[in-house]
Nanobody
Framework: QVNRVETGGGLVQLGGSLRLSCAAS????????MAWFRQPPGKEREFVGS????????KYADSVKGRFTISRDNAENMVHLQMDTLRPEDTAAYYC???????????????????WGQGTRVTVSS
């Protein structure tokens, strides 16, 4: 059985930090693009950031650029999301995803990814 499990969510105050981790089992993802999406309460799922295999080129949504950092650990089959300077608008369920995206794929689209975690909730209080 192939699945992904996110950990590290929780409640944090304005300006605080959290580190989310996502472990894949049943499938090696070192050749996959890995990404984080989030779904704020009452809103649609949105792209947060992605990291390509190999050189690890990253891409971020404008709303998190400079505050969030994606990294990957291919040996452990994991991806991480370091979130700093958190704001109340970062409150959401966060999902990790993986997919075998081509060079020209739109990495901000959910349909690019075929393996998803069940999500972990992040709440930022003011």
């Amino acid at each position: 059985q192939v699945n992904r499990v996110e950990t590290g969510g929780g409640l944090v105050q304005l300006g605080g930090s959290l580190r989310l981790s996502c472990a894949a089992s049943g499938r090696r993802v070192e050749n996959n693009v890995m990404a984080w999406f989030r779904q704020p309460p009452g809103k649609e799922r949105e792209f947060v950031g992605s990291i390509r295999p190999g050189g690890g080129v990253t891409k971020y949504a404008d709303s998190v650029k400079g505050r969030f950092t994606i990294s990957r650990d291919n040996a452990e089959n994991m991806v991480h999301l370091q979130m700093d300077t958190l704001r109340p608008e970062d409150t959401a369920a966060y999902y990790c995803a993986a997919g075998q995206a081509s060079y020209f794929a739109d990495l901000t689209r959910s349909s690019t990814y075929d393996l998803w975690g069940q999500g972990t909730r992040v709440t930022v209080s003011s």
